[in-house]
């Protein structure tokens, strides 16, 4: 069998762990748009949080993932029939899809411009991702990591290209 020339791997669960940047940056966000009274997370919402975040296609549905998760979206029928709740969630808070993406990448922005180090910590490479990368790449195998980041943010993380 003749080895591969091209390894494609998504960046946000494969190489690195950002479940923890993942929640804080939604809860950030979440806090911003629908203003709740106490400023601490519900008990438990992030742990019910995690296991959903696959359903996730773009970050500005990580809010809205919160949301539904608050107003009493049983977990099941999210990690089953989110593609089809979105718009109901959307429709019911009156909120527009752009409105959240601000909202994600604006706490990113500013989580990155006031504690960069902190926003860092958040994240984690899995355990021997990264020389194995780098021996592939030893071997000349061209790699192509795909990230729904926006690109600012996947920089900061993986460093310069």
């Not at 539904?68 to 979105?86: A, H």
């Given at each position: ?19 923890l940047?993942y929640?804080?940056?939604?809860w ?7 203003e ?12 019910r ?15 809205l ?6 107003v ?7 990690l ?7 718009p ?10 752009a ?14 411009q006031?504690d960069?180090d ?10 021997g991702?990264?020389?194995r ?9 061209e ?8 690109g600012?943010?996947?920089?900061r993380?993986a460093?310069?290209?």
């Amino acid at each position: 069998m003749t080895p591969p020339t091209l390894l494609a791997l998504d960046f946000d669960g494969v190489v690195c762990d950002g479940l923890l940047e993942y929640f804080q940056t939604a809860w950030k966000a979440y806090r911003e748009v629908f203003e709740p009274a106490s400023p601490e997370p519900p008990a438990r919402l992030a742990e019910r949080f995690y296991p959903l975040r696959p359903v996730v296609e773009s970050g500005w549905e990580m809010p809205l993932v919160l949301y539904g998760l608050t107003v009493g979206v049983p977990d099941e029928d999210i990690l089953m029939d989110w593609p089809n709740l979105v718009p109901k969630l959307l429709a019911q808070t009156g909120l527009e899809s752009a409105t959240l993406a601000q909202a994600v990448d604006g706490v990113r922005d500013r989580w990155i411009q006031t504690d960069v180090d902190d926003w860092l910590s958040y994240h984690r490479f899995y355990p021997g991702v990264l020389p194995r990368l780098q021996q592939a790449m030893d071997e000349g195998v061209e790699l192509i990591i795909i990230s729904t980041k926006e690109g600012r943010f996947y920089s900061r993380i993986a460093g310069p290209a």
